[in-house]
């Protein structure tokens, strides 16, 4: 079981991030687009490229939040 975002989901061994956030978004039709967001795992910050090969553990803690411009 890992949290994304405070919500607890089911992982399979060896799934990636991207995996999961692809089951996510068939679910709900959205499109991520991990260049765009912030992600945290663990209270470990990951470029777009880790984030989208991060293979899951049991009990990750996975914040994917958008990236927000201005000033």
């Given at each position: 079981?890992?949290r ?5 989901y089911d992982?399979r061994?060896?799934?990636s991030?991207?995996?999961?956030v692809?089951?996510?978004n ?7 687009d991990f260049?765009?967001?912030l992600?945290?795992?663990n ?11 991060k293979i899951l ?8 939040v ?6």
């Amino acid at each position: 079981m890992v949290r994304l975002n405070g919500a607890e989901y089911d992982f399979r061994p060896g799934m990636s991030l991207k995996e999961l956030v692809d089951d996510y978004n068939a679910d709900y039709c959205k499109l991520l687009d991990f260049n765009e967001f912030l992600v945290v795992i663990n209270n470990t910050g990951l470029t777009a490229v880790q984030a989208q090969e991060k293979i899951l553990s049991d009990n990750d803690k996975i914040f994917i939040v958008p990236m927000m411009d201005g000033g």
